[in-house]
């Protein structure tokens, strides 16, 4: 690992020339193996390398650091460069609220192995050593919070060319690093997934330029513009406009903004060791008339493969639909984060913990939430047992845990180490997932059985509990409806019952007997102290939802738990009144409880709050708050309002198996359960997936009383075909219809 000796603005260029040895035949392969305390670009020969973008990413760099390695042989000439291009990412550069930078460490470094074989075996490797020099490069400051700064007069491709003079470079030196820590790149690189044109550019009633891109991404504006050397045209970020000027507030301290400086020729800038969460750009400066074709919107996200796909004869459903699927890949950035664009960017547990199992039907993510995992694990390991707020886990080196009480276990966002493995393993059937989690599932589990009060409840202690009730005020977020002992334990029941079953899968008796009784304790001081005929502590949808669907209730109990929650629902106008931790489970548990029809009202309501409240107001994202902007048009008043936050989102599981239909009946739908239930407005619904086992697709119209059902699946994939009012029938392979009447017209 080497570092430049001058800083160069935190920007470095490393070089190193070499030639080729002779007398060993034509070059038959070659491979370059990178990675950076910050962020890197290879180049060789005057040539990026690779279209991959903020390498080796966020991980818990105090225990791992990911290296990329890219076949290189078309780019090897017999003098050969090698030029990495280093930037401060989230090794250090701004993270979390309080203006901090450099948490992990002072000092930017990078380390490169270039191997060449020849065509008699012969390999040639050159390293990172002090014979390499840096140098500037043209970017002179780079934030992923703030934006980048270039300067076109400094820009050229030479440095990473043979015969490159070097002025103004200097010598490296070596870090003190352990190469134990360098791990293989195991989940997709980030690169650009897509490029939009503005469709707007206009004038604001401050007389400021505005840009329209028409949808909320995560990215920057690739910019190419002609003008006098020296002059700057700075471009602003921001996802909303309020009273027509940009709405930064909701960004906080992120500057978001990139500044160019122009070279006297066409240049053409794409800041590529920043990002930024924007639907809008205010941009000054511009020498002369600004045309659409001087800018483009560039998306990134990791490089995920599609897999599931939904379509309605609602339009409004179908754009929420959407939302949720550009909020996913916007902030599925390396890892999977709450927002693009704020002073935060982290990777919430809680937010993940709800939408896994959106995320695994939408996108193949088994490899990327298994990356994720690994770090969750090494954080917990060094940590007591303790699933942190935010994995990697930055609050730890801030003076407070980013406002919060000291980091200990919390319900929903500490069960992300149990929930999300559990859900890749329903997604895609691989239980070695639950093998390399099973040791951090079960010691979150045995750290919350250690905070159980004497009754046996999880009652004390620091709770987010149902996060962002929209019934809790904008300033404080926390203060929901939801008894966050309630939540909390039901929390705890449902982990403790999916660890006895991953250990009973994994064939580990005693574990399973453990976590078995454990669940059974939890359930017994659930009931006996928050259930009273059916009625629950605080009665609250949240509350109904969570026990509900984690089965902690039974007989009558059950029963009158789901008339109360239809009933609840019915009172709040079929308008949402749950937050984080009841979103996900509430129309499951309408439709377990034979609320079907509640289900779909509360999916299809149009007024505030309301999944579709946002679409009618131009959302292309998934919002944080159910409100985050008001119907006059205002932002909300809570000093956190973000644009694109999946969590919320997380409703779209239920669409697909509820709605389309798809289900996995054995993890990772080796055998399926075709269950589509109709309801609401919807004629007609189209869903497909991608799995393991094949492309399976339901398409369901339904005309007065005659539902009719289109399946297409798999050869060698069984399961069950359950319509309503019909006895379960065996699902066939290939394209099958069936139409029935439905007793009672939906």
């Given at each position: 690992?080497?570092?430049?000796?001058?800083?160069?603005?935190?920007?470095?260029?490393?070089?190193?020339?070499?030639?080729?040895?002779?007398?060993?035949?034509?070059?038959?392969?070659?491979?370059?193996?990178?990675?950076?305390?910050?962020?890197?670009?290879?180049?060789?020969?005057?040539?990026?390398?690779?279209?991959?973008?903020?390498?080796?990413?966020?991980?818990?760099?105090?225990?791992?650091?990911?290296?990329?390695?890219?076949?290189?042989?078309?780019?090897i000439g017999p003098t050969t460069v090698i030029g990495l291009a280093v930037g401060n990412g989230w090794y250090r550069g701004r993270l979390g609220w309080t203006g901090k930078s450099a948490l992990y460490g002072p000092e930017l470094g990078t380390i490169a192995q270039l191997d060449v074989t020849f065509a008699d075996g012969t390999t040639q490797t050159i390293v990172t050593d002090d014979?390499?020099?840096?140098?500037?490069?043209?970017?002179?400051?780079?934030?992923?919070?703030?934006?980048?700064?270039?300067?076109?007069?400094?820009?050229?491709?030479?440095?990473?060319?043979?015969?490159?003079?070097?002025?103004?470079?200097?010598?490296?030196?070596?870090?003190?690093?352990?190469?134990?820590?360098?791990?293989?790149?195991?989940?997709?690189?980030?690169?650009?997934?897509?490029?939009?044109?503005?469709?707007?550019?206009?004038?604001?009633?401050?007389?400021?330029?505005?840009?329209?891109?028409?949808?909320?991404?995560?990215?920057?504006?690739?910019?190419?513009?002609?003008?006098?050397?020296?002059?700057?045209?700075?471009?602003?970020?921001?996802?909303?406009?309020?009273?027509?000027?940009?709405?930064?507030?909701?960004?906080?301290?992120?500057?978001?903004?990139?500044?160019?400086?122009?070279?006297?020729?066409?240049?053409?800038?794409?800041?590529?060791?920043?990002?930024?969460?924007?639907?809008?750009?205010?941009?000054?400066?511009?020498?002369?008339?600004?045309?659409?074709?001087?800018?483009?919107?560039?998306?990134?996200?990791?490089?995920?493969?599609?897999?599931?796909?939904?379509?309605?004869?609602?339009?409004?459903?179908?754009?929420?639909?959407?939302?949720?699927?550009?909020?996913?890949?916007?902030?599925?950035?390396?890892?999977?984060?709450?927002?693009?664009?704020?002073?935060?960017?982290?990777?919430?547990?809680?937010?993940i913990a709800a939408f896994a199992p959106t995320a695994a039907f939408l996108y193949d993510v088994e490899a990327f939430l298994a990356e994720w995992l690994r770090n969750l694990a090494l954080e917990q390991a060094h940590h007591d047992g303790i699933i942190a707020y935010v994995i990697p886990d930055v609050l730890k080196y801030l003076d407070t845990p980013g406002g919060f009480p000291a980091?200990?276990?919390?319900?929903?966002?500490?069960?992300?180490?149990?929930?999300?493995?559990?859900?890749?393993?329903?997604?895609?059937?691989?239980?070695?997932?639950?093998?390399?989690?099973?040791?951090?599932?079960?010691?979150?589990?045995?750290?919350?059985?250690?905070?159980l009060s004497p009754n046996g409840l999880w009652d004390t202690g620091f709770q987010f509990g149902d996060w962002l009730d929209p019934d809790a005020p904008p300033e404080n977020p926390a203060k929901a409806k939801a008894d966050t002992g309630v939540v909390a334990t039901a929390c705890a029941y449902h982990s403790a019952s999916l660890v006895a079953q991953a250990a009973s899968i994994l064939?580990?008796?005693?574990?399973?007997?453990?976590?078995?009784?454990?669940?059974?304790?939890?359930?017994?001081?659930?009931?006996?102290?928050?259930?009273?005929?059916?009625?629950?502590?605080?009665?609250?949808?949240?509350?109904?939802?969570?026990?509900?669907?984690?089965?902690?209730?039974?007989?009558?109990?059950?029963?009158?738990?789901?008339?109360?929650?239809?009933?609840?629902?019915?009172?709040?106008?079929?308008?949402?009144?749950?937050?984080?931790?009841?979103?996900?489970?509430?129309?499951?548990?309408?439709?377990?409880?034979?609320?079907?029809?509640?289900?779909?009202?509360?999916?299809?309501?149009?007024?505030?709050?309301?999944?579709?409240?946002?679409?009618?107001?131009?959302?292309?994202?998934?919002?944080?708050?159910?409100?985050?902007?008001?119907?006059?048009?205002?932002?909300?008043?809570?000093?956190?309002?973000?644009?694109?936050?999946?969590?919320?989102?997380?409703?779209?599981?239920?669409?697909?198996?509820?709605?389309?239909?798809?289900?996995?009946?054995?993890?990772?739908?080796?055998?399926?359960?075709?269950?589509?239930?109709?309801?609401?407005?919807?004629?007609?619904?189209?869903?497909?997936?991608?799995?393991?086992?094949?492309?399976?697709?339901?398409?369901?119209?339904?005309?007065?009383?005659?539902?009719?059902?289109?399946?297409?699946?798999?050869?060698?994939?069984?399961?069950?075909?359950?319509?309503?009012?019909?006895?379960?029938?065996?699902?066939?392979?290939?394209?099958?219809?069936?139409?029935?009447?439905?007793?009672?017209?939906?």
């Amino acid at each position: 690992m080497i570092s430049a000796d001058l800083d160069f603005d935190g920007a470095p260029l490393f070089r190193k020339e070499f030639t080729l040895g002779r007398d060993h035949g034509d070059v038959t392969a070659a491979t370059l193996t990178v990675s950076a305390l910050g962020v890197v670009e290879p180049w060789i020969n005057g040539q990026r390398v690779s279209g991959d973008l903020l390498t080796p990413g966020w991980s818990s760099y105090e225990w791992r650091l990911r290296y990329a390695t890219y076949d290189v042989r078309h780019l090897i000439g017999p003098t050969t460069v090698i030029g990495l291009a280093v930037g401060n990412g989230w090794y250090r550069g701004r993270l979390g609220w309080t203006g901090k930078s450099a948490l992990y460490g002072p000092e930017l470094g990078t380390i490169a192995q270039l191997d060449v074989t020849f065509a008699d075996g012969t390999t040639q490797t050159i390293v990172t050593d002090d014979t390499w020099t840096a140098g500037p490069s043209a970017v002179t400051a780079n934030d992923l919070y703030d934006g980048q700064t270039t300067d076109a007069r400094r820009q050229h491709d030479a440095w990473a060319r043979p015969n490159h003079a070097g002025d103004g470079w200097s010598g490296v030196h070596h870090l003190d690093f352990d190469r134990d820590l360098l791990t293989p790149y195991t989940s997709p690189p980030v690169t650009r997934w897509q490029s939009l044109e503005p469709v707007s550019i206009t004038t604001s009633p401050s007389g400021k330029t505005l840009v329209d891109f028409g949808q909320n991404i995560v990215g920057w504006i690739r910019v190419e513009v002609t003008g006098p050397a020296g002059h700057e045209v700075t471009l602003r970020h921001a996802e909303v406009l309020e009273h027509g000027e940009l709405g930064v507030r909701p960004l906080r301290t992120a500057k978001a903004t990139d500044t160019h400086i122009l070279s006297g020729h066409a240049d053409v800038f794409e800041p590529t060791l920043t990002f930024h969460g924007f639907r809008y750009a205010e941009i000054t400066g511009w020498p002369g008339e600004l045309r659409a074709e001087n800018l483009r919107a560039v998306a990134i996200s990791s490089n995920l493969q599609a897999t599931g796909t939904f379509h309605s004869s609602n339009e409004l459903l179908n754009t929420f639909h959407d939302n949720v699927i550009r909020g996913m890949r916007g902030n599925f950035v390396d890892i999977p984060t709450d927002c693009p664009q704020r002073d935060e960017r982290m990777g919430w547990t809680g937010d993940i913990a709800a939408f896994a199992p959106t995320a695994a039907f939408l996108y193949d993510v088994e490899a990327f939430l298994a990356e994720w995992l690994r770090n969750l694990a090494l954080e917990q390991a060094h940590h007591d047992g303790i699933i942190a707020y935010v994995i990697p886990d930055v609050l730890k080196y801030l003076d407070t845990p980013g406002g919060f009480p000291a980091t200990e276990s919390t319900a929903v966002w500490s069960d992300a180490g149990v929930w999300v493995p559990w859900a890749l393993y329903q997604a895609y059937g691989n239980a070695d997932i639950l093998a390399a989690q099973f040791e951090s599932m079960t010691a979150h589990v045995r750290r919350v059985e250690s905070l159980l009060s004497p009754n046996g409840l999880w009652d004390t202690g620091f709770q987010f509990g149902d996060w962002l009730d929209p019934d809790a005020p904008p300033e404080n977020p926390a203060k929901a409806k939801a008894d966050t002992g309630v939540v909390a334990t039901a929390c705890a029941y449902h982990s403790a019952s999916l660890v006895a079953q991953a250990a009973s899968i994994l064939h580990k008796a005693a574990e399973a007997a453990e976590f078995t009784a454990l669940a059974a304790r939890l359930r017994a001081a659930f009931n006996g102290q928050y259930v009273d005929q059916g009625r629950i502590v605080s009665d609250c949808t949240t509350v109904y939802a969570l026990a509900i669907v984690f089965g902690l209730l039974d007989g009558a109990d059950l029963t009158a738990a789901g008339d109360r929650l239809a009933g609840l629902t019915e009172e709040a106008g079929y308008r949402i009144s749950t937050g984080f931790a009841g979103t996900p489970f509430i129309t499951d548990a309408l439709t377990m409880t034979g609320h079907v029809g509640h289900a779909y009202r509360l999916l299809l309501e149009e007024s505030c709050p309301s999944w579709l409240y946002p679409v009618t107001m131009g959302a292309t994202t998934v919002w944080e708050r159910w409100d985050s902007m008001l119907p006059d048009g205002t932002i909300n008043p809570g000093q956190m309002t973000s644009f694109n936050h999946y969590a919320l989102g997380a409703v779209a599981d239920w669409m697909h198996r509820v709605v389309g239909g798809i289900a996995p009946l054995t993890p990772g739908y080796g055998e399926l359960l075709i269950a589509p239930q109709p309801g609401g407005d919807l004629t007609e619904v189209d869903t497909t997936l991608v799995t393991r086992h094949g492309r399976v697709a339901v398409h369901w119209s339904l005309s007065g009383d005659r539902f009719t059902v289109q399946t297409d699946i798999p050869e060698g994939v069984g399961g069950v075909l359950r319509l309503p009012g019909q006895g379960d029938q065996p699902l066939r392979a290939g394209v099958n219809t069936m139409t029935v009447s439905l007793s009672v017209p939906v």
